[in-house]
């Protein structure tokens, strides 16, 4: 017998990244078991159609990959009239007959399997009735941390049982008890989603829907998060969570425009530099920052003296739609006059960077980053070390917890935010000084016994994978449930 699990994924590069290495792993691991990813398309480019052709020629068999259909334009058009953080609810329960219909017509095409169950974006909770009306279990794949996880459920139930938002500590200097951190968490550190009221109505949503599910998934290692993650595992009202990561891939998803001779120039650039002397600064694909704020980066660097690559991307154009960034045609309109030349011989610029690339190079000491998690699982994974610089969503969560709960980073802010899609609206300006002085921390012998804990953890995480680890005896137990369910329902039925 054959499960069968059906892969909802929010509709977000690196949701589906994350998604299908994942599959990748659970198809890998055990015969029995078949993947549907569902690629559900948004009305705004969010990158997914660039790289679904590449995870697919990469993905193992017993993976298959099902386009949903679009909505028609009248549909279309009366969601997108809708505010940002209710179009997104909306649009995926838009979505629940087109998937409802995919999940039918698969099963009917598969004699020799049982549906085993559906695992869910952490932003596609809206799926769970789906699972329901199949008889079937639902599962989430949670893609950020487990302290963030236990932070939405500590602020659902601020929300129920105390009647508090979360939202109205903004800028107070409250500390705050989470049962996922060991340390008090100032409200500053506070994650951008749900510092506001719709930001946080949607959180606290989905933490509710969470309790739902038969299990949560979360890229993680015990290892990593073993406080967040006992504290999870002692909380009776919290599904099982099964920690399953790291999940990287490892090969370049590239976008369209971009173009693998400039890899290859980075890399020849890269081989001539010494052992961990060059610091990397990259912000994700949706980081940029404003023309004032990218002076005083630059002006940083010359004042390190440290040798650097730079991944400079222009801020999207389009302030209410999400597109992916832009590489500048001429960095000399953003740069301090005479810039390029004065560090010709230190430093390089590019656009859109192969990030896991360049952090496998030896020659990368350091990490200046926004915290997203993937980006930091990676960071962790080449044992490379961050100087925490969060701009949205949950990423000041993740610097908080990455330079005072696992003193993996050092800071040059935890508290840093950015009006989402609007780089121009930061809500302060970064000094040079600042931005300097940790670089400087990252890189210099002060940060010695930080690099040594990023080393220890990163070659915990890689045994964490590997047969008899934490991550892979974790899904074993994944895999176990899913059969244990499909035998159960064919005893009682």
């Not at 068999?61 to 179009?87: G, Q, Y």
């Not at 912000?283 to 005083?296: A, N």
């Not at 650097?308 to 999207?316: A, D, E, G, I, N």
């Not at 016994?449 to 994978?465: E, F, G, I, P, S």
């Amino acid at each position: 017998m054959r499960a069968e699990l059906i892969f909802v994924p929010a509709p977000g590069v690196g949701h589906l990244v994350s998604a299908v290495e994942l599959a990748k792993l659970l198809a890998r691991q055990d015969h029995r078991i078949s993947i549907n990813i569902l690629i559900i398309k948004m009305p705004f480019d969010y990158g997914v159609a660039d790289i679904t052709q590449t995870l697919q020629n990469d993905a193992p068999e017993r993976i298959n990959f099902v386009e949903i259909p679009s909505l028609d334009d009248t549909a279309m058009a009366k969601l997108m009239a809708l505010p940002r953080m209710s179009f997104h609810d909306a649009f995926l329960s838009s979505q629940r007959a087109q998937v409802m219909d995919v999940v039918r017509q698969i099963m009917n095409r598969s004699e020799d399997s049982r549906l085993g169950g559906f695992v869910l974006d952490m932003f596609c909770t809206q799926m769970i009735d789906l699972a329901n009306e199949f008889d079937v279990p639902a599962y989430v794949f949670f893609t950020s941390s487990a302290s963030f996880l236990g932070f939405i459920f500590y602020a659902q139930h601020l929300k129920d049982k105390k009647d508090q938002e979360i939202f109205e500590l903004k800028d107070s200097d409250v500390e705050l008890s989470v049962p996922c951190f060991s340390n008090l968490v100032p409200a500053k550190v506070l994650p951008s989603v749900m510092l506001t009221e719709s930001g946080s109505a949607m959180m606290i949503s989905i933490a509710r829907r969470l309790r739902q599910v038969r299990g949560i998934l979360v890229n993680t290692v015990l290892e990593l998060e073993s406080y967040a993650i006992r504290s999870l595992e002692e909380d009776e009202s919290v599904p099982r969570v099964y920690h399953l990561g790291p999940l990287i891939n490892f090969k370049k998803v590239e976008q369209t425009s971009h173009c693998e001779d400039s890899d290859e120039a980075v890399m020849r650039w890269l081989d001539k530099q010494p052992c961990s002397s060059v610091v990397f600064l990259c912000f994700g694909s949706m980081g940029s920052f404003d023309t004032k704020q990218v002076k005083e980066i630059a002006r940083a660097l010359e004042l390190s003296g440290q040798r650097f690559l730079w991944s400079l991307r222009r801020p999207s154009q389009e302030k209410e739609k999400t597109e992916l960034l832009k590489d500048y045609e001429d960095y000399d309109e953003v740069l301090p006059e005479g810039f390029l030349e004065r560090t010709s011989g230190i430093g390089k610029i590019i656009g859109w960077a192969p990030q896991m690339t360049i952090l496998s190079h030896p020659a990368v000491g350091g990490f200046v980053s926004h915290c997203g998690w993937n980006s930091t699982l990676e960071s962790i994974w080449c044992g490379v070390p961050i100087a925490t610089w969060p701009i949205f969503a949950e990423q000041q969560t993740n610097a908080f917890q990455l330079v005072k709960e696992l003193g993996l980073a050092v800071k040059i802010k935890l508290d840093y935010r950015q009006e989402y899609l609007a780089p121009d609206k930061s809500s302060e300006l970064v000094t040079a000084e600042e931005i300097e002085s940790g670089i400087r921390c990252l890189m210099n012998k002060e940060g010695d016994q930080m690099r040594n804990k990023v080393v220890t953890m990163k070659d915990l995480c890689r045994k964490a994978v590997v047969e008899g680890g934490s991550s892979r005896i974790s899904l074993t137990q994944f895999i176990d449930d899913v059969i244990d369910s499909i035998n159960q329902r064919s005893t009682s039925t």
